[in-house]
């Protein structure tokens, strides 16, 4: 049995359980931009329910054009007004460079992909350099962002502030 067959399993017994639809807006107005690392449960660890929040994930959190679009369209037509950011510690982004990924990626291809990593070395930096381009992209309706890391060996959520 592949992990996709022991998916569909889990999902039809989750469908028995199921409570049903939620309006698409999400009950919280909040959207939430994290990584995807798997140890990280955001809806546990946040306190949200289904319907509660828009989730919006890839390596290591970063802001993308992406990102950018998701929260645009998450705001402007769905209502959320308020972005929580949640990095991690132990993050895969951490343990490389942009060049040392593309390398890697060429090696293993034959083809050096058109995008950058976008790889970092501090995590409140990095966590604080993503709540400018929020705060300072024009299109969104609200900057009301917060910044988090995540710690994946205790399951603490810490707050990083920007500087003043």
């Known amino acids: 049995m592949?992990?996709?067959d022991r998916m569909l399993e889990a999902?039809?017994?989750?469908?028995?359980r199921f409570p049903g639809s939620r309006p698409v807006q999400p009950a919280r107005k909040v959207a939430v931009v994290a990584c995807m690392d798997s140890r990280m449960p955001l809806f546990p660890?946040?306190?949200l329910e289904v319907g509660d929040a828009h989730v919006?994930?890839?390596a290591g959190g970063i802001i993308t054009e992406d990102v950018l679009r998701s929260l645009t369209i998450s705001q402007h037509l769905l209502g959320t007004r308020e972005t929580v950011l949640v990095h991690h510690t132990d993050c895969g982004m951490q343990k490389t460079d942009d060049r040392a990924l593309a390398d890697t990626v060429e090696?293993?291809?034959?083809?050096?992909?058109?995008?950058?990593?976008?790889t970092f070395t501090d995590l409140d930096a990095d966590v604080r350099e993503s709540m400018a381009i929020l705060?300072?992209?024009?299109?969104?309706?609200?900057?009301?962002v917060r910044g988090t890391v995540y710690d994946v060996t205790t399951g603490e959520l810490r707050e990083v502030h920007p500087t003043s």
């Not at 999902?11 to 028995?16: L, R, S, V």
């Not at 293993?108 to 058109?114: L, Q, Y």
């Not at 705060?135 to 009301?144: A, C, D, G, V, W």
């Open 2 to 4: 592949t992990e996709i």
């Open 11 to 16: 999902n039809a017994e989750w469908a028995q």
């Open 45 to 47: 660890l946040l306190g």
């Open 56 to 58: 919006i994930r890839n």
């Open 107 to 118: 090696q293993a291809t034959g083809h050096r992909p058109p995008w950058v990593g976008r």
């Open 135 to 144: 705060r300072s992209t024009p299109y969104l309706l609200s900057h009301e």
